[in-house]
């Protein structure tokens, strides 16, 4: 009898009991993910996935559904990658570069401390001075080197007027991260996709060093060698194959089962926008978007924090939060989405009424989840102490009476 390729199609009844030893199992092989992923065209197929992952998280996370309260720091838009997907990196040349100044950074921060954000969101381009002298001068005339040591002191200026930075530069070395360490609460970076493919002729990470897989596989591995909570997560529709983002999200899982550190994997979908090389190629449609979300909480596991950011598809949360999704991200009442500028953010009333009307129960989360937070030794001492003090006895924001008081309560 012929063994079905990895690509053929599954009927109901064949994906009904992959779907639910997977939730029993609390994991699901390649081979299944691969045939499931290959099936979302189905509506019945689509619709078993989802009710798995749905329950899957149900028995990781009962009804919460969680959220960070934060401000985006782009601390520079200059980048040596060119991805092919990318409005955010800038060339010096640019009328919109922007390298901000330690003074330009603690406006931001006031702006978030008088609207109750406790996460400030670093990011920025990829080592701008390796390609721009303009950058290295622009440094060199502040007193810095590189890039990190720009962003070590914005990190420690945010940490010392009060709110927990959570940074993602993009590829950073074990010592720099190491130096950033004791003012950040967690680090991050978007594995993206571990497939070399898309750094071939024509594809979207041909001139993108940085997105080369093997080094941000070992970025991840560093960062759990010093035991650092880490955000990673995959990109949907930039030209990969179903059997690519499975192995992707198989990555993300052996990173954890080795290290423990992976606090959250972001399913993101690619948007298309004016001016990028991929403008014309078409989003997901959000129902493949959500048999992703499904497909990576039956591979992560129920007790994995699977997050879909809310603004990249406002028009289906109710549809996320039914395929499994426990986490939002980030959202700001106070900055853009500097990665996405055209897809504005809920505001937390919002949030919390279509969680609400999705079954679900919003919470505030740190930008340490509560499970590194209950570990010491992912978190330096005097980040631990200062997320302590912000939260409550399971390690979810402490809101006193007052400003701040329901999360689900537009900020004022």
Sequence with gaps: MKTPSADTPLSLAEAEPIVRAAVEEGALGRAEAERLGASLGDPAVHAALCEGGLESKRRGHGERVSFSRNIFVPLTNLCRDRCAYCTFAKPPDSPEARTYTLAEVADLVKGGL????????????????????????????????????????????????????????????????????????????????????????????????????????????????????????????????????????????RLDDRWGHIQEAIIQPFHPKPGIDMRYVAALPDAEVAGWVALARLVLGPRANVQAPPNLAPEVLEMLLHAGVSDWGGVSPVTLDFINPEAPWPTLAELESRTRAGGARLVERLPVYPQHLARPEFVHPRVHEACRSAADAEGWVRRVSGHGADPGREAA
């Design 114 to 253: 008088a609207t109750g954000c406790i996460e400030a969101l670093f990011c920025l381009g990829d080592k701008p001075e390796v390609a721009y002298a303009s950058h290295r001068a622009w440094l060199a005339e502040r007193g810095y080197d590189t890039t990190t040591d720009l962003l070590e002191e914005a990190c420690r200026a945010t940490f010392e007027a009060g709110m927990l930075p959570h940074t993602n530069a993009g590829i950073l070395t074990a010592e720099e991260m190491e130096r950033l360490r004791p003012w950040n609460a967690s680090m991050g970076l978007m594995l993206e996709s571990t497939s070399g493919r898309l750094r071939g002729k024509g594809m979207p990470h041909r001139y993108a060093p940085d997105k080369e897989p093997a080094l941000r596989i070992r970025m991840h591995e560093e960062a759990g060698e010093l035991r650092i909570p880490f955000t990673s997560g995959i990109l949907l529709g930039i030209g990969e194959t179903v059997a690519e983002r499975v192995d992707t999200l198989l990555e993300i899982r």
